[in-house]
């Protein structure tokens, strides 16, 4: 069993600034791609970025441009930095790793952009 912690969200004013942290803990053997999600009253559960071991990242286009995504291995943690936000980024924030073919997610954050 993997466990994930995050922490991070909150409110915030349109443009405004949030870094969302997600720790890994429990039965950790292979822990490939890390990711962030997010899902919105009455929608359904969408990615925002991953990345790989490596380093690699991948970002919705929603995204893209304003959200960095990092990962620091020795501590099992990843990270999103999210910038210029705007009120349609209001979400709960899910931290999400695959171990073993198995999808594991964190309780989630939520995250509120007043206008």
């Known amino acids: 069993q993997v466990q994930l912690v995050e922490s991070g969200g909150g409110l915030v004013q349109a443009g405004g600034s949030l870094r969302l942290s997600c720790a890994a803990s429990?039965?950790?053997?292979?822990?490939?791609?890390m990711g962030w999600y997010r899902q919105a009253p009455g929608k359904q559960r969408d990615l925002v970025a991953t990345?790989?071991?490596?380093?690699?990242?991948n970002y919705a286009d929603s995204a893209e441009g304003r959200f960095t995504i990092s990962r620091d291995n020795a501590k099992k943690s990843v990270y999103l930095q999210m910038n210029s936000l705007k009120p349609e980024d209001t979400a709960v924030y899910y931290c999400?790793?695959?171990?073993?073919?198995?999808?594991?997610w964190g309780q989630g954050t939520q995250v509120t952009v007043s206008s």
């Open positions: 999400h790793v695959r171990q073993g073919g198995v999808d594991y």
């Open positions: 990345i790989t071991t490596w380093g690699n990242a």
């Open positions: 429990g039965s950790i053997t292979s822990i490939n791609g």
